[in-house]
Every structure is written in structure tokens, then in C-alpha cells.
């Protein structure tokens, strides 16, 4: 009896340690990213790079360098986060739900999340450094939350849940094995709508952006409010133009040298599906991937229209969809 509780309790410790969306049991194995001896008779693991063993039986020398050998668009059915990124050709916008790296580790970017670098923490206190790696946000083994992403970024406080299903809803999801068009639609920014969630996960990092905080009259807030409805008194939002869709802010592409992008995403906090995710109302909430990819992107500032672009007839796009006068 004992011996069966030991592999009873072993069994739910393993299936806890490869939850989430992919990167499970039924989908990669231990060996595509682990080598045990590294070598065998003088020969190298299939995968393997020279110079190991490396730092936790990687087949290669770090964790960024090991996403990267699929995602960065050599596995063509693994979505691609590494520019120039054209597995999204087609799909409006077209870019993954969190965009993409300007470059490999040490790349420095003012477009983006820079990986592998010691760098400081925007709008973060106390004010600290951090070197940014991918795991840094998404646990390879994967975790209950969206995208596995992790549960606890900073590694203080509180899990923080985003839940695939209750607080982020997907119209499609991957396959298993992997299948390229499949991929396309599973993770293409206009295939996931958003609940709630998102805004508490970054800000476990950025924890300056958490509360929406007041500021002096005849300011509203200190900073841009995130998770606050559309239809608040006062607020210099025009919210019939943003659910109309039309007009000032609302075009099909982005920097086309035309005004107007296509509608940012935004929260919608009575969600229960996909539908009603991405149904514009006027109780719609920004929230930080309104306006950020999470990786980064085409703009500066990893921002989702070219707001910080001289010149561009998108300029005030994005904030003319709401605040439209």
C-alpha cells in the first residue's frame, strides 16, 4: 500500500511539472533539450553543440540559445519570435500575440525586451537590475498559466494566474504534434482575447504600472490607468467611436502611410469565451498589451502602433480609437 501512495504521489508531481499548453509530455521529450553524459563513445547527442556539458544537461550553452534553435524560424512549426519573423505574413496585425526579439542574447533594442543582457527594470521599485532570459517568463515544462507563462515572476509574493479558458480565451489552439498552419493560427495576436489578468502578471516586474493611481486635477490619473472600464465618468473617452470602429484611429495596416491601424486589443471583464473576448463594448479595459507586445515588435518602444515613429500618419492612431475628438 505504501509503495503504491509513493507512486501514486510521484505520478501527480510528474503531471504537475509538464502541465500547461505545449511544450507536455505528449508534445517534446526529454532529449530534444536534455543530454544525460553529454558524450557516449566520443560522439555527441544528436542536437548537441561542442564545448559541454553544459549547465542543467543542456544540449547546448544557455537556456535562450536552446528556445531559439526552434522558435527562431528554422522549425516551421514553431511559432517564430526572432526577427525578421514572416510566419505571420498574411494575418492582420501581422505578428504573434507577443510579437517578437529584435535580436538573439546581447542585442540591445529600443524595440523590445532585450534578452541576455544585465539591464535595468523600467518603472520598477525599488529600482533594479535584471538579466532577461526566456525563461525568465516561460516555464519550458509548463505551468497552468497561458502561454506557460510562469507563476511568479519576480519570485516574491503571490502566484499570479492567467488561465487559458477563464482569464484568456484562444479561438484556436496548437496541435499535437506541431503543424505550421496551425501554429499560425494558434499564435497570432488576433487569435487570443483577454479577460483579465495580463496587466498583474507584467506588473509583478514593472510594479511602479500596478496601481492606476490618481493624479492631480484635472488629471484623472498619475499614468495611463490599466483595467479601467471605458465608460467611466469623465474620462475623455469617446466610447461610441471606439465600439463603432470607424474613422479617426481604425484603418487595416499599420504604418502604410494612411491613418488609422487596426482596433487594439483590449479586456473585456464579463468575457466567458472567445466571442465575447473580442467584442467591443463600452466596458472594454485597457490593459498593457493594448499598447505592448511582450517581446517587442515592428515599433519602438515595443508599442503596437508606431506612436514613436516622426513622420508616420499612424502617430495618434492608437489613441485617437478612444480618445477620438
Same mark, same amino acid.
Given at each position: 500500500m505504501k509503495n503504491n501512495a509513493k507512486i501514486i504521489f510521484f505520478f501527480i508531481l510528474s503531471s504537475h511539472a509538464f502541465a500547461g499548453e505545449y511544450h507536455g509530455q505528449a508534445d517534446v521529450i526529454c532529449s530534444d533539450c536534455h543530454t544525460t553524459h553529454y558524450s557516449q563513445q566520443g560522439t555527441l547527442p544528436e542536437g548537441a553543440e561542442p564545448g559541454g556539458p553544459f549547465t542543467d544537461l543542456l544540449l547546448v550553452g544557455s537556456v535562450d540559445q536552446l528556445c531559439l534553435s526552434c522558435h527562431d524560424g528554422t522549425d516551421p512549426a514553431a511559432p517564430d519570435v526572432l526577427a525578421p519573423v514572416v510566419m505571420y505574413n498574411g494575418a492582420i496585425p501581422?505578428?504573434?500575440?507577443?510579437?517578437?526579439?529584435?535580436?538573439? /542574447?546581447?542585442?540591445?533594442? %529600443?524595440?523590445?525586451h532585450d534578452l541576455g543582457l544585465d539591464t535595468q527594470v523600467p518603472f520598477s521599485i525599488p529600482n533594479r537590475n535584471a538579466v532577461l532570459s526566456c525563461i525568465s517568463c516561460h516555464d519550458p515544462?509548463?505551468?497552468?498559466?497561458?502561454?506557460?507563462l510562469?507563476?511568479?515572476?519576480?519570485?516574491?509574493g503571490a502566484d499570479k494566474q492567467v488561465a487559458l479558458g477563464s482569464d484568456v480565451f484562444e479561438e484556436n489552439h496548437p496541435r499535437v504534434p506541431a503543424e505550421r498552419a496551425a501554429s499560425i493560427n494558434a499564435y497570432k495576436a488576433s487569435n487570443s482575447g483577454y479577460r483579465s489578468g495580463m496587466s498583474r502578471w507584467c506588473a509583478d516586474c514593472h510594479t511602479d504600472l /500596478?496601481?492606476?493611481?490618481? %493624479?492631480n486635477p484635472p488629471a484623472h490619473f498619475m499614468r495611463h490607468p490599466s483595467d479601467i472600464a471605458m465608460n467611466g465618468t469623465g474620462y475623455h473617452i469617446n466610447a461610441a467611436h471606439w465600439v463603432a470602429g470607424q474613422s479617426d484611429g481604425f484603418g487595416l495596416v499599420s504604418d502604410d502611410a494612411i491613418e488609422g491601424v487596426p482596433r487594439l486589443r483590449f479586456q473585456q471583464p464579463d468575457a466567458t469565451d472567445y466571442e465575447s473576448s473580442k467584442t467591443?463594448?463600452?466596458t472594454n479595459q485597457v490593459f498593457c498589451g493594448t499598447c505592448h507586445y511582450a517581446h517587442g515588435g515592428p515599433f519602438?518602444?515595443?508599442?503596437?502602433?508606431p506612436y514613436k515613429t516622426d513622420g508616420s500618419a499612424d502617430l495618434y492612431s492608437g489613441c485617437q480609437q478612444c480618445h477620438y475628438k
Open positions: 501581422a505578428v504573434s500575440s507577443a510579437g517578437y526579439f529584435d535580436g538573439p /542574447d546581447g542585442t540591445i533594442s %529600443g524595440y523590445g515544462h509548463g505551468t497552468a498559466n497561458y502561454r506557460n510562469v507563476l511568479n515572476p519576480d519570485s516574491i /500596478d496601481p492606476s493611481n490618481p %493624479g467591443p463594448e463600452e519602438k518602444g515595443s508599442l503596437t502602433w
